[in-house]
């Protein structure tokens, strides 16, 4: 069963103050790992898309990367507008081959951040 | 603008009645899929649909119906058999199954009373 866990679940920081989450992931094949975004009471927004060892993603202050067991999403320079739940999930890949595209998330870390 | 339309934003259900949400999308996808998001939890996959007129049970479909009879159109009906329903309903497409990105609706919170 594939499995995603996030750490810290919540992460205070001030503004500046460069951090990183984490996400380890268990599945029998990555097709894919994804990053989003959640504001409360709003429907997650994409923010990038991983798919091999060693691969970086970024996206303003925001870098992702990605090794065999794990996901790493970079704050650097964090505003309060940042402030948000971050949400992991990954797709695994069908060894029939013909995935339904199915993401197994984890349960997210929420991000404030503080003027 | 493209996009995918939740309706309603809240929605209350008295004990014992059956509710339908509702999930449009306009960006030609062929795959939708309902999630449903508790506090602390991830999100949990209820039912998906590949094409029109088919669908497959996600992990927790018990107490859950859906039907796909247009590609635009995903609706989810929440039972009186599900036990717990209370929760946030998330709608999502993505190009075709198995594709990369799946773009997610602004959810309708279910509250029973």
């Known amino acids: 069963e594939d499995q995603v866990t996030q750490s810290p679940e919540a992460l205070r920081l001030q503004e500046g103050e460069s951090s990183s989450l984490n996400c380890s992931y268990t599945?029998?094949?990555?097709?894919?790992l994804f990053w989003y975004r959640q504001d409360p009471g709003k429907g997650p927004e994409f923010l990038f898309t991983l798919y091999s060892a060693g691969e970086e993603k970024e996206k303003e202050r925001l870098k992702a990367t990605l090794t065999k067991k794990e996901s790493f999403l970079h704050i650097t320079a964090p505003k309060p507008e940042d402030s948000a739940t971050y949400l992991c999930?990954?797709?695994?890949?069908?060894?029939?081959?013909?995935?339904?595209?199915?993401?197994?998330f984890g349960q997210g870390t929420i991000l404030t951040v503080h003027p | 603008d493209g996009g995918i339309t939740q309706s309603p934003k809240y929605l209350f259900r008295k004990e014992g009645q059956n509710v339908t949400l509702s999930c449009e999308q306009n960006?030609?996808?062929?795959?939708m899929y309902w999630y449903r998001q508790d506090p602390g939890q991830g999100l949990r996959l209820i039912y998906y649909s590949q094409i029109v007129n088919d669908f497959q049970k996600g992990d927790i479909a018990e107490g859950y119906s859906v039907s796909r009879e247009k590609k635009e159109s995903f609706p989810l009906t929440v039972t009186s058999a599900q036990k717990n329903p209370t929760a946030f309903y998330l709608c999502a497409s993505s190009m075709f199954s198995g594709s990369s990105e799946a773009f997610f609706g602004q959810g309708t919170r279910l509250t029973v009373v």
């Open positions: 599945v029998s094949g990555l097709r894919g």
């Open positions: 960006l030609n996808h062929d795959a």
């Open positions: 999930a990954v797709q695994a890949s069908d060894p029939g081959g013909t995935s339904y595209g199915k993401l197994t």
